[in-house]
């Protein structure tokens, strides 16, 4: 099967991206499942129902989550819902929401994850044992399809995230600082990027104006982020395949400029034998 994962999309330039190009993309490398994570998705802050509706009926089918995950009360309302949309598995489990689901897709049970880092971010479980645990019930379960965004600041954690469960799950694609690293990785079966990046406006701070961080900065005082009202923008996502194991074959990275231009990056699988 064919999926795509898409990271962080940043308010209204993000989702007008998502809204030019992703039905195309869904047709052309007929897709039968696209992820996305909507933390910032409702400017820059959460999501709303009503742009929870917009998203899904560009063509995403499931959505993932982060620190931000909360920040618009719509959510608590989509979750009780059983909307396919999750948040971070290690927060305690009083917190609205769920942090795994489980999809129907070409026949196939397919689980998707999503996890936040420690470093710099807000107090939850240690995500290292607690995905250890969640994969260990996937697996007695029978699923073989194991899709995880990590959302978390340091590569590092990322990195031995998926070295630690890479035998186990399908991919493990990285979230929340919004700006695309060019690691991306078939190794052993898991296709890996340590950032997917930001769909959204690109010429600012992280999709965000540029004016408060810029503040916040250079007199430690700062207000509330904004969208940019005009900018130039960007949409990035993965396009991985899967085996009927579970098992990640070949990726591959698009860029697309609002100009027009479309960069790829593809990774096949190898192994460094260990
Ligand atoms: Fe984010
Ligand atoms: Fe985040």
Known sequence: MRLAFIGDIVGKPGREMIGRYLQEIREKYRLDLVIANYENASHGFGITKKNYQELRGYGIDAMTGGNHSWDKKDVFELFNQGEPLIRPVNYPDKSPGRGWMVLEVADTQVAIVNVMGNYTMPMSDNPFLKMQEVVAQLKSEGIKHIIVDMHAEATSEKYVMMHLLRNDISALFGTHTHVGTDDLIVLDGCCY????????????????????????????????????????????????????????????????????EIQSQTAKMESFGF
Do not use: M, S, W
């Open 193 to 260: 990027v340590t950032d997917v990046g930001l769909t959204g406006c690109r010429d600012n701070v992280i999709g965000v104006d540029k004016k408060i961080p810029t503040e916040r900065f250079l007199t430690g005082i700062g207000g509330h982020f904004d969208i940019p009202k005009q900018c130039r923008k960007i949409f990035q996502l993965i396009i991985f395949e899967l085996d009927g194991e579970g098992r990640a074959v070949e990726a591959q990275k698009l860029r697309i400029y609002e100009e027009g």
